[in-house]
Each structure stands twice: as C-alpha cells, then as structure tokens.
C-alpha cells in the first residue's frame, strides 16, 4: 500500500531537511538556573525543565496530526549544557564538515552560545565533574581513547527506561499531580528521610505541570493556526489537534489518537529533560491496542487511517537528533536514538499477545522505511503465522528492521536477574538487545571495552602502538615467550587491569549522575518511583540492575590468539621474534605471514580449539565484572559486541 499523500509530504519534508542544533533548550535551562541559585539540583532541574515547557518555541509542521518538536527544525538537535559543554565549544565550527552524523549550526548560533549560555556552565557540566575527578593513570586508557569508552556516561544523559504507559495511561499527568499532593500531606518535615521525599514530589509537581502546560500551549497553538486557516479539512484537522492536546497529556486518553499524542508528549519530555540515549517506547501494541480496538469498534477509526497515524508518530520519533561528540558518533553512528519499539511476545499470563496492531507496526516500518523506532519482534514458538509472515515480509526489504529476538531467552534473562514471572514475560527491547522491563532502573550500555587492546599490550610490554605510550601494565618482551601459556597469561593481565579501569569510571559517573543530574520528570514516569518517593537515581525503581559492560572484539582477540598459538607454538611456521616484528612493522615485509594468519581457523565455526579460546575469554570476563559491586551495590552485568 502507497504511503498517503500527508505521509508522502512529511516524509519528503523530512528527508530534504538537514539535522541543525538549537540552542533554545539550552538557552531556558540556563535561564532558570540563573534564577534558581542556591536552591536544590532536583528542584532546580525541575524548575528549568518547567521553565523550558512554559517558554520552547511551539511548532507545528505542515500536515501534523500529532504534533510537539524539540526546537524549530525539522530534524532537530537540543544541546545540554550542564551534561556537558567544552565538547561542543571544540568541535562546533565543524558540525557540518565532520564525517560522520553532521549537523548546521550558523555562526549566529555559536556566537550566541559562546556568549550567554556556556560561560554560566564553566566548571558546573556533569563533564567536568568527571574529568575533575577521575584519576590521572585512568583517564590516560578511558578518556577519549576507544580503549575504554564510556563518555556517552559523562557527557550525556543515561536515558536507558521504559515508561509504565499503562500507568500512566490511567492517571495521566493530572493524576500524578493528586498522588503526589497526596503523597506530600502525608510527609513530616521533622523526619530526615521525610525531607528528601518531599524534595522529590515537589519536583515531580513542576515536571508535571511542565508538560501538561507544553501541551496546553500546542493546543493554543492549533487553535490559532486554525483561525487563519483557509482549507477547511485543514482547519478541522488543527481544531482536533487543539482538543487532544487540552486533554492529554494531563487527563487519561480516550482515543487512538490521545493515546498516541500522549506517548509522543512523554517522549518529547524526556528529551527536553535530557537528550537521552534510549527512551523507549516499549511494548507499544499492547498499551495501544485497547485503544485501537474500541475505535476500530466504535466506527471512528479504520485501520487505514490507524497506519496514519502510526506513521505519524515515526516520523516524530525520527525527528529528533541525538546530539553527540565525534568520538561518540564513532561507535553511535546514524543519529541513532535506540527508541527501540517491541511488537509481539506473550502477555503477562504467557498467552499470545500479537494483535492486529503488532502487524500494524510492521506495516508502517515497511512503508515508511524511516531510521526510528526501532522495532523489534519477540518470536516465540507458538507465533501466529501471519505474524511470522509479516515479519520476514519486512526483512526482506532489507531496512534493518526488525531487530528479532528469541521471546524465551529475554524471559529467562529477566528471570536470572531476579524479575517475577509475570514481569519477566513482559518484556521490551532496550537500546540495542537488552530485554528490559518498564519499572527497572539500569545503565545497559555502561561501557564499551576493547579486548584486543588487551592483547596488543600484551605484545608490546605495555604500550599502545598507535602512539607508543604506556597504557597498560608493563610486560616482558614478548619475543621472550616461551610457551603459549605465557602470552595467554600475559593477555589475562592487560585484560583484569582494562575491567578494572571500566568499572573505575563507571562508578565515578555514578556518582556524580546520582550528585548532579537527579531525573524528576523520568522518574514520574515509573509508578514504584513514585510510590517510594525515590528518584530513579537513588534507587526509586522496582528493579535496580548494575550497569552493563559491554566487550568489543572477542572473536578477533581469540582469531589473534588461536594463530599465534597454531603459528608460533604448534605447528613452528614462525617464531615469536618474527611474529612481533610482523605486527610492528604493520605486516610489510610479511604478506606471506599475515596470509597464514588469515587463514588460521576462526572462532564461529564450530572448531573447538578457537572457539574454546572465546569461551575461555567470555567466562573470564562474565566471572570478573560480575564479580564488582556498582555506587548502589548491585553486581556490573555483561554484554558482547562483536
């Protein structure tokens, strides 16, 4: 089916349109908290998060049926200043020269930036903090580096959350608003713990009414585009817009179309509080399809003009640019936000939940073909097959999308982190692959960790042969190797010691996250936050998981390994002095050498001996991180990349 002729505008509207940064988030927080010295870091993020709502440009593009931006660019990028700063300030003037994800930025924009808004943040950023703090010997392997890479932890927001819609879909932000005056009455200020919850719900209270207000103001908005409006469908289609964004985010939906401004609002909330990797939409056919289906019933909806609006709200979620240093696009490349949108899997009780929205979805992916959400499937073995036969329709067109999962193993790995069965079942994708639930706070993507540079410090006693410093622990010659088991133990070495570091920053930006950057308006959206009057930093969620440690390059390091153990130490095609003046000299002079590298068995082929050096590799590091205890005392997890 053809994309409509609103869709097919919007989409070329989109499409032509270069990712530019705005400073006008950036401009109001740093308004406000000119404002609000002395006062606590949740209140004076709420307030400015407030702030923002009350004063955001207010744009509604040609065509919208659901509506609310982050600046006044198509494809807009926010900066957050008291994150981090001094990165934008070096790299700024070749925003738009930069290899990968360029952005527009006039020289307006950063005269004006330079001037008013990072000279109140100097000394203040999240950034700062870190590189204040972290030590010397550590920074050398971690910062900048793509040894140790974890700065999306201090030079941005963690994101990483699901929103519980279908709480929220029964209070709506008004809702919330009661439950915390509620909550409020029942504190006593004489109680020390009492103190700091009531510092929490006041900040919830002006997050909430921050964007029911943002909301308030795109219905005037509508509404006075509708006054001047001289096509009548038009007009009417601004008139509905007005009336849905009088109502929601504040009151619970009673529509399709509610349900779906309302979730964009949310989104668009969490990225003016933080600009986060990650916030994900969830397990959109099931908190949608109520909706769906007494619309559908009603008569006031077809699926037709359901894919519409679907369609809509993908072009929403890919709108927004995620604003980045070079370095972090190097490993986040595409302006790739991880909205990661889960369809299908099973209910909460273990039936099926795939439902007509769930093709919907796959529907509107294929038509749209945009780079947001992303959409993952959960497949279990009792599938319908229309379900199956849509998603492998979608693969085939070669989009990327869906992302597929195995529905059992997501459970199980929720079970084996402590979840319920019932929580366990319901599931979303978060970010890239991690099984996740709404009402969890974990850091999924904490630090990248390259496990070849363990192995070239083993080879090179210590240093780095791209600039020749000392990064890891001082070795002996390795030409003085005698046996495998010496460069095996070697590698272990350089390798606890590159843990060691990943851990090291990721509790340092821990820290200070929990110190200076509090979630008010994330953690409304988590009901058990909101219950304990905690927020998602100090611990407010159900379910507290430590902070991921991601391995990159496990299939190199043992290919690395395994042909130096079959080269040098079994079969003598070469010795180990050869071997190391090989790779000094980058292979010249050794073509014939690197050629029977290359064509040492490789791990993923089913060849024990290369594939038991991956696994030796892969439990080592699983026992070893999960072996360390985060800022908030809950044991580092693992991942692999690659």
Not at 23 to 52: D, V
Request: proline share 4%.
């Amino acid at each position: 089916m053809p994309l409509s002729a609103r869709i097919r505008q919007a989409k070329d509207s989109y499409i032509e349109s270069k990712p530019a940064i705005s400073y006008e988030r950036a401009r109001l927080f740093t308004e406000s908290h000119q404002q609000t010295e002395g006062q606590s870091i949740p209140i004076r993020r709420a307030k400015a998060f407030k702030h923002t709502c009350e004063n955001l440009i207010v744009t509604i593009f040609e065509g919208e049926l659901i509506v609310g931006a982050t600046g006044e660019f198509r494809k807009c990028g926010i900066l957050t200043p008291e994150f981090s700063w001094t990165w934008v300030d070096r790299e700024m003037e070749n925003f738009d020269k930069r290899v990968q994800d360029p952005y527009e930025m006039s020289d307006d924009q950063r005269a004006y930036v330079r001037q008013e808004i990072f000279p109140y943040w100097q000394g203040q950023s999240l950034e700062e903090a870190f590189l204040a703090q972290v030590d010397p010997a550590v920074a050398r392997v971690a910062v900048d580096t793509g040894i140790i890479d974890n700065d999306s932890k201090w030079r941005q927001a963690v994101g990483e959350i699901t929103p519980d819609y279908q709480h929220l879909f029964s209070l709506g932000f008004g809702g919330i608003l009661k439950e915390v005056d509620q909550q409020l009455s029942q504190l006593q200020p004489t109680k020390r713990d009492d103190r700091k919850k009531r510092e929490f719900y006041q900040s919830v209270q002006l997050t909430s009414q921050g964007i029911i207000t943002l909301a308030h103001r795109y219905a005037d908005k509508a509404q006075a585009m509708a006054q001047s409006e001289a096509d009548e469908t038009r007009q009417q289609e601004l008139l509905t817009i007005a009336s849905v964004c009088r109502r929601v985010p504040e009151h619970p939906p009673a529509s399709f179309r509610e349900a779906l401004q309302f979730i964009w609002f949310v989104q668009l909330g969490g990225i003016l509080s933080e600009n986060p990797l990650a916030l994900n939409p969830g397990r959109f056919d099931q908190y949608m399809y109520p909706y769906y289906q007494a619309d559908i019933d009603a008569g006031v909806e077809t699926d037709e003009s359901i894919l519409e609006l679907i369609e809509c709200y993908w072009l929403k979620l890919s709108e927004w640019v995620w604003t980045i240093s070079a370095n972090t696009a190097e490993f986040f490349a595409g302006y790739n936000q991880f909205q990661n949108l889960t369809v299908g899997g099973k209910k909460r009780d273990g039936s099926d939940a795939t439902n007509p929205l769930s093709l919907l979805a796959l529907k509107a992916t294929a038509e749209l073909q945009t780079h947001q959400p992303g959409l993952s499937v959960r497949l279990h073995q009792d599938a319908p097959k229309e379900f199956l036969d849509a998603v492998t329709e979608l693969v085939s067109l070669g989009t990327g999308f869906p992302a597929i999962h195995n529905d059992q193993a997501g459970y199980q790995m929720l079970i084996n982190a402590g979840y319920a069965p019932e929580d366990a079942r319901d599931w979303n994708n978060c970010g890239c692959v991690v099984p996740h639930y709404t009402n969890t706070f974990e850091w999924t993507s904490a630090v990248n960790v390259n496990f070849t540079a363990a192995l070239e410090y083993a080879l090179n006693q210590g240093r780095s042969r791209l600039s020749g410093d000392m990064i890891g622990l001082q070795e002996k010659d390795p030409r003085d190797f005698s046996n495998y088991q010496e460069v095996e133990q070697a590698f272990f070495r350089q390798f606890d010691r590159l843990i060691e570091i990943a851990v090291e920053v990721s509790l340092l930006a821990q820290k200070l996250h929990t110190e200076l950057v509090p979630r008010p308006f994330l953690s409304s959206l988590n009901k058990d936050c909101l219950a304990s009057g905690q927020d998602l930093v100090d611990g407010g969620a159900k379910y507290n998981l430590g902070p991921v440690l991601t391995g990159i390059g496990l299939a190199v390091t043992a290919n690395s390994l395994e042909a130096i153990k079959q080269l040098v130490f079994e079969d003598k095609v070469v010795d180990m002095a050869t071997m190391i003046d090989a790779l000094d000299k980058n292979w010249e002079g050794y073509e014939e050498l690197r050629e029977a590298c290359k064509n040492v068995a490789k791990y993923g082929n089913d060849i024990d001996s290369v594939d038991g050096i991956a696994r030796l590799i892969a439990n080592h590091y699983y026992k070893t991180v999960h072996g360390y205890v985060d800022y908030y005392g809950h044991p580092f997890n693992t991942a692999f990349m690659g």
